[in-house]
T-cell receptor, first 111, second 113 residues
C-alpha cells in the first residue's frame, strides 16, 4: 500500500454499533487525513491532523471521531450518531512536494 | 471554504482521441492543484499537479493548464488508450502541498476501441 495500511478492507456495522477503522503509515509524514467517498460525490473530508495530539474537523465530521496519539497512526471511529455510514473510507498522508498518498481504503456497510 | 466544481461528470472518447476535463475553484488563495486517477475499487493515484506560479505542465500524454484569473484549471489527455479509463478527480488547496485538499466530484472517462 505504498507505506499506508488501512484495515480492515471490508467492515460491516450493525445498527447502534461503533466501529473503528485503522490507518497506519511508515512514510514519516506529519499530515494525515480521512475522506469519505460516495458515488457521484467525490471525496469529502472528515477529519485531518497536521501534527501528533492535534486534529481538526473537516466538512462532514458529525458522527465521527479520531485520535492522533502517534505520528504513525490515525484511527477513525464511526459512531452510532452517524446515520448513513455506508461508504468507502480513504486515509491519506501529506508531505511537501507530492501532495497526498492514499491508502487502499475500507468499505463500510451497515447491516 | 473552498469549493471545486468539475465537468463533465462522464466522458466517452474513442481510442486515440483527446479528452479534456475542466475544474473551477472559488478561493483565490488556492495555490496547489493536483489531479488524481482512480481505477475501479482502487485508491486514487496522483497523476499530475500544478502550482499557482505555473500556467501549464506536461508529463508525456498528460497536461494540466491553470488560469488563475478565471480560477479554472483543466486536465488534457492526448492519444487516449483503454487503460486511461477511470475516474479522474481534480482538487485544490491553499496551504501548500501537504494541506487539506478540496476535491471535485469526479469525471468518469471511458475510452472505447
Amino acid at each position: 500500500d505504498g507505506g499506508i495500511t488501512q484495515s480492515p478492507k471490508y467492515l460491516f456495522r450493525k445498527e447502534g454499533q461503533n466501529v473503528t477503522l485503522s490507518c497506519e503509515q511508515n512514510l514519516n509524514h506529519d499530515a494525515m487525513y480521512w475522506y469519505r467517498q460516495d458515488p457521484g460525490q467525490g471525496l469529502r473530508l472528515i477529519y485531518y491532523s497536521q501534527i501528533v495530539n492535534d486534529f481538526q474537523k473537516g466538512d462532514i465530521a458529525e458522527g465521527y471521531s479520531v485520535s492522533r496519539e502517534k505520528k504513525e497512526s490515525f484511527p477513525l471511529t464511526v459512531t452510532s450518531a452517524q446515520k448513513n455510514p455506508t461508504a468507502f473510507y480513504l486515509c491519506a498522508t501529506g508531505y511537501g512536494g507530492r501532495g497526498y498518498t492514499f491508502g487502499s481504503g475500507t468499505r463500510l456497510t451497515v447491516v | 471554504g473552498e469549493n471545486v466544481e468539475q465537468h463533465p461528470s462522464t466522458l466517452s472518447v474513442q481510442e486515440g482521441d483527446s479528452a479534456v476535463i475542466k475544474c473551477t475553484y472559488s478561493d483565490s488563495a488556492s495555490n496547489y492543484f493536483p489531479w488524481y486517477k482512480q481505477e475501479l475499487g482502487k485508491r486514487p493515484q496522483l497523476i499530475i499537479d500544478i502550482r499557482s506560479n505555473v500556467g501549464e505542465k506536461k508529463d508525456q500524454r498528460i497536461a494540466v493548464t491553470l488560469n488563475k484569473t478565471a480560477k479554472h484549471f483543466s486536465l488534457h489527455i492526448t492519444e487516449t488508450q483503454p487503460e486511461d479509463s477511470a475516474v479522474y478527480f481534480c482538487a485544490a488547496s491553499w496551504g501548500g502541498t501537504a494541506s487539506k485538499l478540496t476535491f471535485g466530484t469526479g469525471t468518469r472517462l471511458q475510452v472505447t476501441l
